[in-house]
C-alpha cells in the first residue's frame, strides 16, 4: 500500500461523501443470524413515517450508532434493526392537507381510494428521515427494515388484538374524546392546536337542599352546567370541609347533586369548588370514574343541545351559554363575572372549538400486563439509566388505568372486530355524516367477535350479515410489540431465537410510559421474556436559554443544516460531549465549533504523522510486541501507558453509557497528551536522521494514532475511516476493525510519574516566560535539585526539555550554592528553576503592562471585598454565592501578590540597567 499525503486542510464535506457507499456495500452493517459470534441487537424507536431529521433525532440515532459501531469492533454480531412507524393521525392529516390542495376532502374520495393516496405518498415520501439517518452515519442493517404496516407487522398485531381479546383483556367503554362539531370526526392531541382567547369565568350559586346558602362555583362553560353530576372540593380546604358529603341543587336543572372531595382540584382556581361534568370535560370524567358519577351528555355531535338539557334543547352551544347566563341572572344565581383568559383547543382543520365528548371506545385491561413489567423493573431484569426512571415507571405501572385503543380516523390497523346484525339488532347501526362518510355505531353492550381474517359469517348465528368496526388502533398499539415483532413474531423465527431479547433501547423521557413500558409489558405477555435488557434515557435538547426546541415557536434548529456547515461527524460529537446522564442539554453552536476544531486537530496530526514516516516504516509497521522489545524513550513508554488508561476508561464509560464522559476521555487524551506532548517531543526525535529512534517514534506515533482514531471511530466514524486509510493498517475498514482493549503489559506508572514531573518543568519555564512577556523567545535556565535520581532524570531528557522550553543553555547547580538575582523563579519539591531576565524582557515595557494588569486586579479585589463585608448581602445571598465570592477573593489576592512579585523583579532589573 503506497503512503499517500493528506490535503493539507480538512473538508468534512469531501470525507463524508465518501465512506458510507463504501460501508455498505461491503455489507459491513449487516447481521447474520447463523453467525457463532455473540449476538447484540438493538431495535431503533421508529420515526413517524411523515417525520423529517430533528434534533432530538440526531441525538438519539448518534447515541444508536456509538454504541453498535463500539459493539461491532469488539466482534459481536450486531443487529441494528431499523423502520418507521405509520404515524396513523400524523399521516392522515399530512395527506389530507395535500389532497385539499387538489380542492378535495378525504369524505370526497371515500376510504378505500384515501387509503391508496396515503400509501402512495409513503413510498414517494416516506423513507426520507430514514436517507437523512444515512446521511448523519448510522450503520443499520437496511436489508431488515421494517415497517409498522407491512405485512409481517399487521400480522402481529392482528395477532395481538386476538389473544388479548380471548383471554377477556380487550373490552369496549366509555371515553371523553376531542370532536369537531364542524368536520364530525374525533381528533387526537395532535391534531388540536391551542389559543388563549379573552372570555370570562362565571360565578354561580348552587343553593343548598337544607335551604341553606350552598355553594359558589367557577366556570368558563356555563352551557355544561346543565350537565353537571357533582360538585367538587379539595379534601384538605378548610373552607368546604362542612360541606363534602352533603347536597347541592343545580340550578336550572333542579337536580339534586352531592359534593364531593378529590385531590385534583385545584383550590386556587375561582373559588376552590369546582362542576363536574362527566360526559364533557376529561379531568371530569375521572373524577366520575373514581366517585361512580352518573354521565349525562348535554351537547351532541353536532354542538347542539340534547333532550338532557331540558328547555334548551336544539339550540347551539353557545347561544345556550348566552341563554343560561341570563336564566342564572334571573334567578339571582349569578353571583358574578370576571374577565378571563381562556386556553381554547381548535381543530387544527378549520378552527372550530373542540367540544370535549363521551364516546364509546376499545378499552386494553392493563393491570393483569402491568404486574409481571412491574417485577422485572424491580429486580433488575430491565436496568434503567439512569436508574431514576425506573422507579418512576414502576410507580406509573402500579398505578396505571385501562388503555384506550381505538382511534376515529381511516389510516392505521383497522380493529378487526365484526358484529353480526341479526345478533345485536338495535344495538348496532349505520351513522350516516353530512360529509357522507359511514360509520358503524353501536352499543356498549353489543355483541362482537374477533378474527384475522374477513369472516364470511357470524360465528354465532350463521348470518353473513355482518359489520367490521370502523375504527382504528392507536399508533401506540402496534408500536408497543416493536422488538418482537420486528424480529419476525408470531413465527419462530430464527431472528427471534438469536437476537431476542434485545441488549438496549435508547429512547427519548417523553415515551417512557406511551411506548418503552408498554413495550415491556408486550414482551413478557406474547414473547416470553423482556424485550430489552437496559433502558438508555437520553436527554432532552433545549435552546441555550433552557427553552424547548420547536420550529412553531421559533427556536428550533435544523440538524441537516448544522451537518451540512460542521459536517456530520461534528454535530455527533458535538452533541455527544453535552449528552451528561440525567442532565438536559442546552444546545449551543459553541460546542460543534470545538468538535470541528477537535477533527481538524486529528486531521493535522495525521498529517504531521504521515509526512514523518519513512516508507521503510509505512511499508512495515512494527507490532506493539515489537515494540516492547525495542529500547523506548521515557516519552515513549508514557504515551502508549497513558494510552492503555484511556482505553479502559473509554471502554468503561460506554459500558455505563457515559456517553459524554468517553466524548471528553478520548479529546483529552488526542489533544492534551498525544498531541500537545508527545507530537511536539517526537518532532525532536525524528529530527534525528537515519536513527533507531526515528524509527522507533514513527513507530510508536503510528500505533498510537491507530488506537485513538478506532477509539473515536464510534463517535466520528467519517473521519477516522478517512484517516485510517491512509495510515498503515491491516484488514478493509476501521469499522470491522478490533476496538482498543488495555495491554497491562504497557502500563508504565514509573514512566508517567516521571513524565509529570518533566512536563511540570516544561510548563513552569513556559508560565515563567509567558508572565514575563517572552514565551516565543528563546532564554537561559538555571536549576537547583535536591535529589540526583531528579538531576539524572532532567539530564536524560534535555534533548526534548530544551525544545518544549525554547531553552538555550540549562546550567545545574546544588541546592547548597546562592540563588541568581534578576531571575524569575518556580519551584516544586526538589527542583527550583531560575529565568535570568537580563537581555530578554524589556523591563520598562513589561512594568507598564503589569501595572495595568495590577490596577484592574486591585479594583476587582476592592468590590469583592467590599461586598463581603456588606451585611445586607452576607444575611440574603445564598450560601454558595457567599462562598464563591470568598474563593473569588482569595484568588485575587494570590493574583495580587504574583504580579507584585513579578514587578518587584522587573524594577529592580531595571535599575540594574
Known amino acids: 500500500m503506497p503512503k499517500v499525503s493528506l490535503p493539507k486542510t480538512y473538508n468534512p464535506k469531501d470525507v463524508e461523501a465518501k465512506w458510507y457507499g463504501f460501508w455498505e456495500r461491503a455489507g459491513y452493517f449487516y447481521a447474520d443470524a447463523d453467525d457463532e459470534r455473540i449476538p447484540y441487537c438493538i431495535t431503533i424507536p421508529p420515526p413517524n413515517v411523515t417525520g423529517s431529521l430533528h434534533m432530538g433525532h440526531a441525538l438519539n440515532h448518534t447515541i444508536h450508532d456509538i454504541v453498535v459501531r463500539w459493539q461491532r469492533m469488539l466482534g459481536k454480531n450486531v443487529l441494528c434493526l431499523p423502520g418507521t412507524d405509520h404515524a396513523g393521525i400524523a399521516t392522515q392529516v399530512v395527506v389530507e392537507k395535500e389532497i385539499a390542495k387538489e380542492g378535495k376532502t378525504r369524505h370526497e374520495l371515500g376510504r378505500e381510494k384515501f387509503l391508496e393516496r396515503v400509501w402512495q405518498w409513503k413510498e414517494q415520501y416516506g423513507g426520507m428521515i430514514l436517507s437523512q439517518l444515512r446521511t448523519l452515519g448510522c450503520s443499520y442493517d437496511w436489508r431488515r427494515e421494517r415497517f409498522t404496516m407491512d405485512d409481517g407487522y399487521v400480522k402481529a398485531v392482528l395477532m395481538t388484538f386476538i389473544q388479548l381479546a380471548n383471554e377477556g383483556l380487550i373490552y369496549r367503554g366509555h371515553r371523553v374524546i376531542n370532536w369537531c362539531s364542524r368536520c364530525l370526526t374525533a381528533l387526537s392531541d395532535l391534531e388540536v392546536e391551542h389559543e388563549s382567547r379573552p372570555s370570562k369565568l362565571w360565578f354561580i350559586r348552587y343553593p343548598a337542599t337544607d335551604g341553606g346558602y350552598g355553594i359558589v362555583v367557577a366556570t368558563t362553560r356555563p352551557e355544561t352546567m346543565l350537565g353537571d353530576t357533582a360538585v367538587a372540593v379539595h379534601p384538605n380546604d378548610e373552607r368546604y370541609k362542612h360541606l363534602i358529603g352533603s347536597t347541592v341543587i343545580l340550578p336550572l336543572m333542579h337536580r339534586i347533586i352531592p359534593v364531593i372531595s378529590d385531590e385534583s382540584v385545584d383550590p386556587t382556581f375561582g373559588t376552590g369548588a369546582v362542576k363536574v361534568t362527566p360526559a364533557h370535560d376529561a379531568a371530569d370524567f375521572e373524577i366520575g370514574e373514581r366517585h361512580g358519577l352518573e354521565r349525562v351528555i348535554v351537547i351532541d355531535e353536532f354542538g347542539r ?181 420486528t424480529l419476525g413474531w408470531p413465527d419462530k423465527t430464527k431472528e427471534l431465537e438469536v437476537f431476542y431479547p434485545t441488549d438496549l433501547m435508547i429512547t427519548a423521557r417523553d415515551i417512557l410510559y406511551l411506548w418503552v413500558a408498554r413495550m415491556i409489558m408486550t414482551g413478557l405477555k406474547f414473547a416470553g421474556d423482556i424485550p430489552f435488557r437496559t433502558v438508555y434515557v437520553h436527554p432532552t435538547i ?131 497528551e498525544f498531541c500537545d506532548w508527545y507530537i511536539e517531543i517526537s518532532k525532536c526525535a525524528i529530527s534525528q536522521r537515519d536513527s533507531t529512534r526515528r524509527k522507533i517514534t514513527q513507530a510508536v506515533l503510528c500505533r498510537t494514532l491507530d488506537s485513538a482514531l478506532r477509539l473515536l471511530h464510534p463517535f466520528m466514524p467519517f473521519l477516522t475511516e478517512g484517516l485510517w486509510q491512509r495510515l498503515p493498517h491491516g484488514g478493509d475498514s476501521i469499522m470491522v476493525s478490533p476496538f482498543p482493549r488495555v495491554d497491562e503489559d504497557l502500563i508504565d506508572l514509573e514512566a508517567e510519574s516521571s513524565m509529570d514531573r518533566l512536563m511540570w518543568l516544561v510548563s513552569a519555564i513556559r508560565n515563567i516566560k509567558s508572565e514575563m512577556g517572552f514565551s516565543r523567545s528563546a532564554c537561559d535556565a538555571i536549576m537547583f535539585v535536591s535529589d540526583e535520581s531528579m538531576l539524572q532524570l532532567i539530564k536524560d531528557n534535555l534533548w526534548w526539555i530544551t525544545s518544549l522550553a525554547r531553552l538555550r543553555e540549562v546550567e545545574f547547580h546544588s541546592a547548597k550554592e546562592p540563588r541568581p538575582k534578576l531571575a524569575a523563579s518556580a519551584s516544586s519539591d526538589c527542583v527550583e528553576i531560575y529565568i535570568p531576565l537580563r537581555g530578554v524582557v524589556d523591563a520598562g515595557k513589561e512594568m507598564e503592562r503589569l501595572n495595568k494588569q495590577l490596577a484592574k486586579v486591585m479594583s476587582e479585589l476592592e468590590r469583592v471585598s467590599k461586598r463581603l463585608q456588606n451585611e445586607r448581602f452576607l444575611q440574603n445571598a445564598p450560601s454558595d454565592v457567599i462562598e464563591a465570592e470568598r474563593k473569588r477573593e482569595a484568588d485575587l489576592r494570590a493574583q495580587l501578590e504574583q504580579l507584585q512579585r513579578r514587578f518587584d523583579v522587573l524594577k529592580e532589573l531595571q535599575s540594574s540597567e
Not at 421559533?554 to 454535530?571: K, M, N, S
Not at 519513512?614 to 522489545?629: A, C
Open 305 to 485: 343541545m340534547t333532550e338532557h338539557a331540558g328547555k334548551f334543547a336544539g339550540m347551539d352551544r353557545y347561544e345556550c351559554r348566552e341563554a343560561v347566563v341570563s336564566e342564572l341572572e334571573r334567578a339571582g344565581l349569578l353571583i358574578r363575572t370576571e374577565e378571563y383568559e381562556v386556553p381554547l383547543a381548535l381543530c387544527y382543520r378549520c378552527g372550530t372549538a373542540i367540544e370535549p365528548l363521551l364516546s364509546v371506545q376499545w378499552f386494553v385491561r392493563m393491570k393483569p400486563l402491568a404486574e409481571p413489567a412491574i417485577e422485572v423493573i424491580r429486580s433488575g431484569r430491565v436496568k434503567y439509566v439512569p436508574e431514576r426512571f425506573g422507579r418512576m415507571t414502576i410507580e406509573w405501572l402500579e398505578n396505571i388505568k385501562d388503555w384506550c385503543i381505538s382511534r376515529q380516523i381511516w389510516w392505521g390497523h383497522r380493529i378487526p372486530v365484526w358484529y353480526c346484525r341479526d345478533c345485536n339488532g338495535e344495538k348496532v347501526s349505520e351513522w350516516q355524516l353530512p360529509t357522507g362518510e359511514v360509520r358503524i355505531r353501536a352499543d356498549v353492550d353489543a355483541e362482537w367477535f374477533a378474527a384475522i381474517e374477513q369472516p364470511k359469517a357470524c360465528p354465532k348465528c350463521g348470518s353473513e350479515n355482518i359489520v367490521q368496526d370502523s375504527d382504528v388502533l392507536d399508533t401506540w398499539f402496534s408500536s408497543a410489540i416493536w422488538p418482537h415483532a
Open 542 to 672: 433545549l435552546t441555550k436559554e433552557g427553552k424547548r426546541m420547536s420550529k412553531s415557536l421559533g427556536t428550533g434548529v435544523d440538524p441537516l443544516e448544522l451537518i451540512d456547515r460542521y459536517g456530520a461527524d461534528a454535530l455527533r460529537f458535538g452533541l455527544t460531549i453535552q449528552c451528561e446522564l440525567g442532565q438536559d442539554i442546552r444546545f449551543s453552536e459553541e460546542r460543534l465549533d470545538m468538535a470541528r476544531d477537535f477533527a481538524n486537530k486529528i486531521w493535522n496530526a495525521t498529517r504531521y504523522v504521515l509526512m514523518n514516516l519513512d516508507e521503510e516504516v509505512f511499508n512495515r509497521l512494527p507490532t506493539i510486541s515489537e515494540l516492547k522489545r525495542s529500547t523506548l524513550t521515557l516519552p515513549d513508554r508514557w504515551i502508549l501507558s497513558r494510552l492503555q488508561h484511556y482505553i479502559a476508561r473509554i471502554n468503561g464509560y460506554l459500558e455505563g453509557c457515559e456517553f459524554d464522559r468517553a466524548a471528553k476521555a478520548i479529546y483529552d487524551f488526542v489533544w492534551d
